[in-house]
């Protein structure tokens, strides 16, 4: 997204009149998820500030702090003390979408029920024109590396107990770090058909914009 991120960090990048990141706030909150940690590195203290406290969106919004990007699970590991002892959503602060985010509700009681067996759950869209070979695939609602792909829409649910043990400070990716759960089948899925965009390049962005300006 350079060079719009090199002064500006990526989430607060704005289509349709406001933040990528103000977007998945509200939606978060209008699906009846309230309790947010965010976690930033590179000009962290922009989201910081365009965010606070989170009480304006009727949030309660936390921050963890990163020295430098840790990656998905790896920042999850490093938050870890913020999130609890139950399961909980991790959603990028970069993607657009319309996902019905209190849908994952369900899943979340289902995973703390069916914990060790069941301990996360993925969304998965079509594979986008920059990710052609996809992630992994979706047989009978259970996550899978062989199969038909599609791609990991940065969008899960997880068990706090699946991060224990890691490094809160090392970098670490979603994958190929899961991939154990996976190929246990522990993790259950969803392809989600709707709206969802991960804007890569600063076209990307334009064009969302135009599409969601009135």
């Known amino acids: 997204m350079r060079p719009l991120s090199d002064t500006v960090p990526k989430p607060l990048l704005a289509v349709g009149g406001k933040p990528l990141i103000v977007w998945q706030v509200e939606r978060l909150v209008a699906g009846g998820i309230t309790g947010i940690v965010v976690n930033h590195s590179h000009l962290g203290a922009q989201i910081e500030a365009a965010l606070g406290d989170g009480s304006r969106f009727g949030a309660a919004i936390r921050h963890s702090r990163e020295e430098e990007a840790l990656e998905?699970?790896?920042?999850?590991?490093?938050?870890?003390?913020?999130?609890?002892?139950?399961?909980?959503?991790?959603?990028?602060?970069?993607?657009?979408?319309?996902?019905?985010?209190?849908?994952?509700?369900a899943r979340a009681a289902e995973i703390e029920s069916g914990y060790p067996a069941h301990c996360a759950h993925f969304v998965l869209v079509d594979n986008p024109p920059f990710h052609p070979g996809g992630d992994m695939a979706l047989l009978e609602g259970r996550i899978a590396r062989e199969g038909a792909r599609l791609t990991y829409a940065n969008i899960g649910v997880f068990h706090p107990k699946c991060f224990a043990g890691l490094d809160p400070d090392r970098r670490l990716a979603l994958f190929p770090w899961s991939y154990a759960m996976v190929e246990a089948g522990r993790v259950s899925g969803e392809h989600f058909h709707g709206r969802w965009a991960n804007l890569g390049t600063p076209r990307d962005l334009e064009q969302l914009d135009k599409e969601l300006s009135p």
């Open 72 to 105: 998905t699970a790896g920042g999850v590991a490093h938050a870890l003390h913020l999130l609890g002892d139950r399961p909980f959503v991790v959603v990028s602060g970069d993607i657009w979408t319309e996902f019905p985010y209190r849908s994952l509700l």
